[in-house]
């Protein structure tokens, strides 16, 4: 089983569209769980994207640990620029879901 990590940017998105998209939010981590093979790949295998209503929910995958970290939330409008500043900031990504792993 894979398991499902957030950023804070991640969980303030969650908690702003809970009440419109919480179901579809629910069943994204559900389906992340059970395989990362979900949603679109962004230019690389690992980074990929799971659109909900006129949202969209970006994650990275790190296979070799059975782990996704859900990033963030955007609309279609600021989706380059989202895209565009997670690919930025894979580095530091990689150390947040490190902290994480080694928390458990």
Not at 64 to 71: F, G, S, W, Y
Not at 73 to 99: C, N, V
């Amino acid at each position: 089983m894979v398991r499902v990590f957030s950023t804070k940017e991640y969980d303030t998105w969650e908690r702003i569209l809970q009440k419109e998209y919480g179901d579809e939010m629910n069943d994204i981590v559900k389906q992340l769980k059970e395989s990362w093979k979900v949603g679109r790949p962004l230019g690389y295998p690992f980074f990929r994207e799971k659109k909900f209503g006129k949202y969209r929910a970006f994650f990275l995958v790190y296979e070799k640990l059975d782990a996704v970290l859900l990033v963030t939330i955007s609309d279609k409008k600021a989706q380059q620029d989202t895209i565009d500043q997670i690919k930025d900031d894979l580095d530091k990504y990689k150390e947040i879901i490190r902290q994480k792993l080694s928390a458990l």
